[in-house]
């Protein structure tokens, strides 16, 4: 059997490219990537009631990002890839004992603006 193609999407990156964050109080936040040549605006988009896997297609895209980051700077300065390691995108079992013991901490609760720090 043929494997399935798939919609894919190559975003060609340059010096001006930018990503940005919108949050909201009455709706859900906004990510998106902006490139200069050729234009493309890509907006990640949520439903208006989000689920568990919303969240934690949110963390495992922040983790993703990051480890990009991280490559593309040691790439940038002419040093090798890490090793591949699993990138941990769950809050840690001291975190989550955090939240359970003091679920009062002012750092820890919802912001008056309706988001949560969660991380």
């Known amino acids: 059997m043929p494997a399935r193609r798939v919609p894919a999407l190559a975003l060609p990156v340059d010096p001006g490219a930018g990503v ?33 896997g919303h969240v934690d297609f949110a963390r495992q895209l922040a983790a993703k990002a990051w480890a990009y ?3 593309v700077e040691r790439w940038y300065r002419g040093l090798p890839l890490l090793p591949e390691a699993p990138i941990p995108y769950m809050l840690t079992a001291k975190a989550e004992a955090r939240l359970d013991a003091d679920p009062e901490r002012p750092d820890l ?8 720090v969660t991380a």
């Open 69 to 71: 980051a991280v490559a």
């Open 20 to 52: 940005s964050f919108l949050g909201y109080e009455n709706r859900t936040p906004l990510l998106t990537i902006a490139t200069g040549r050729p234009a493309l605006l890509v907006t990640l988009t949520l439903p208006e009631h989000l689920e568990a």
């Open 109 to 116: 609760v919802p912001l008056p603006s309706g988001r949560e």
